[in-house]
């Protein structure tokens, strides 16, 4: 059994809001508002950023949003559950070392995030667009740990990447130098936080063609994600072949207008897209 715990120590603990509301059950949905609404305001500096949030040009109203209550009425449940998620990261990122590459870092994994939402609208499967987007922005988290740990060993493996010419040849690359991968060690991190399966899963699984897990669709769409924003120069230097990309789109049955708008210009829409800007900004250390 690999020794994952000596990861561990290199991370500061996931606060436990992040915890708390990611464990929160969403069958009775009366009772989860009032847990949610209960656990963010334990955190004064959480509430106002979520407001913020919730008022910028994105969800821009005649009347200002001022409380918590009327925030989780009009963004939603699950839309909050990912804003705290997203909260949480941007927090927990400025207490580890190296802000510069963790910067390049979550801006792959926010571009990630809001594609693989994108991909979940457009195939109308509306109820898990926000578990895509928060399964997107810790798909690769394993990277963090294994960059906390050996620094400059793994600042030499992404300089080295861009030369790989598959991501299995990285991956192969990843497993040699580390005696592990970012995909596993992604997957024992939100376990050991407790995270739901799908968010495990998705870490363990992302970049595979033959998924196993039950959560296909949201891995396939990570996946997608990862990739398109690889090729549009949100990643880490990584070469894409864009005959993968066509693989994981026919798995998810996407249109040509679909593939193409994710190929050529939604990058650019997302540079328009307010709530991208204001979630940017979270990530400048």
Known sequence: MQDYEKYMNDFPVIPSVASKIMAIAEDNI???FKELERIISIDPMLTTKILKIANSALYARQSEIKNLQMAITLLGFKKIKSLVILLTASKFS?????REILAVFWRHSLATAFIAKYIMIRKKWRKDE???????????????????????????FLSDQSELGSLEQREQMEQSLFNTNHRILGGYILKKWNFPPVYVDTAEEHGIINVKSVYKNNIYAVTLADLITERTGFGQGCAIDDSLIMTISEYLDLDN??????????????????????????FEF
Do not use: W
Request: charged share 25%; net charge negative.
């Open 30 to 32: 009366d009772i989860s």
């Open 94 to 98: 400025r207490e580890l070392k190296n």
């Open 130 to 156: 926000e578990t895509a987007f928060t399964a997107g922005l810790l798909h690769d988290i394993g990277q963090v740990a294994l960059f906390q740990r050996y620094p400059e060993k793994y600042k030499v």
């Open 257 to 282: 207008d679909d593939i193409m708008f994710l190929m050529n210009d939604i990058m650019t829409a997302l540079e328009n897209d307010p709530l991208f800007q204001e979630c940017q900004l979270l």
